[in-house]
Every structure is written in structure tokens, then in C-alpha cells.
Nanobody, 124 residues
Framework: QVQLVESGGGLVQAGGSLRLSCVASGRTFSRYAMGWFRQAPGKEREFVAA????????YYAASVKGRFTISRENAKNTVYLQMNSLKPEDTAVYSC?????????????????WGQGTQVTVSS
């Protein structure tokens, strides 16, 4: 069982930056590949970024590649999402996800564990 708690959301102007954090409970964090997803009002949840359990591989949605960076600190049970050059269309609730991967270098899609989400609002 993994519990995930996100923080770091807020209101920012277009072009600004935010860093989201997701802290996981338990002592097996390093076994999980971690992902960030977002859901805007009236839209389906969409994939944003993911990082392998080893931290060696990262994956990004085309819409955020080059602007967002995912990273992790296994010693702190934490995954981060650094968001730069934010746009109004990035406005959404951002949630982290934990998944058991087939290999420690991969991301096989979302797993069973979700955080409650943190709101990110980008004003124009």
C-alpha cells in the first residue's frame, strides 16, 4: 500500500514556474515508477510525465516536453515536477501516480495508487 500526497500548486502568471512535490509513504518507494497526470475542468485526465523506478528514464507528453522536468529523490520518497514557461492551458488539477513497473527502467502506464491532487492555475 502506498499513500501519495502532492503539494506545490498555486496561482501563477503565464510564463512563470512552479515545482510540484509528491511524497510517498512506506519503505518501498524505490520499487515504483512514478507519474504525473492532470485533469482540467470538463476534460479527461491526461498523462503529463513519468520517471522509471531507477530514475534513469523519463517520459513526457508532447505538450509539456521541453518545459516540464520530472525527477525523484528515493531517499526522501519524493517525486517532483518542475514546470517552467507555464501557459493558461496548463491549468488543471495535477495528481501523482505510483505503478509497479515490469523493469526498473520503464514506465508501463498508470498504477493503482493516486494522490488527492493539487490545483495549478495559470493566468493570462
Amino acid at each position: 500500500q502506498v499513500q501519495l500526497v502532492e503539494s506545490g500548486g498555486g496561482l501563477v502568471q503565464a510564463g512563470g514556474s512552479l515545482r510540484l512535490s509528491c511524497v510517498a509513504s512506506g519503505r518501498t518507494f524505490s520499487r515504483y515508477a512514478m507519474g504525473w497526470f492532470r485533469q482540467a475542468p470538463g476534460k479527461e485526465r491526461e498523462f503529463v510525465a513519468a520517471i522509471s523506478s531507477s530514475g534513469g528514464n523519463t517520459y513526457y507528453a508532447a505538450s509539456v516536453k521541453g518545459r516540464f522536468t520530472i525527477s525523484r529523490e528515493n531517499a526522501k520518497n519524493t517525486v517532483y515536477l518542475q514546470m517552467n514557461s507555464l501557459k493558461p492551458e496548463d491549468t488543471a488539477v495535477y495528481s501523482c501516480n505510483a505503478a509497479i513497473p515490469r523493469t526498473n527502467t520503464g514506465w508501463d502506464g498508470s498504477g493503482d495508487y493516486w494522490g488527492q491532487g493539487t490545483q495549478v492555475t495559470v493566468s493570462s
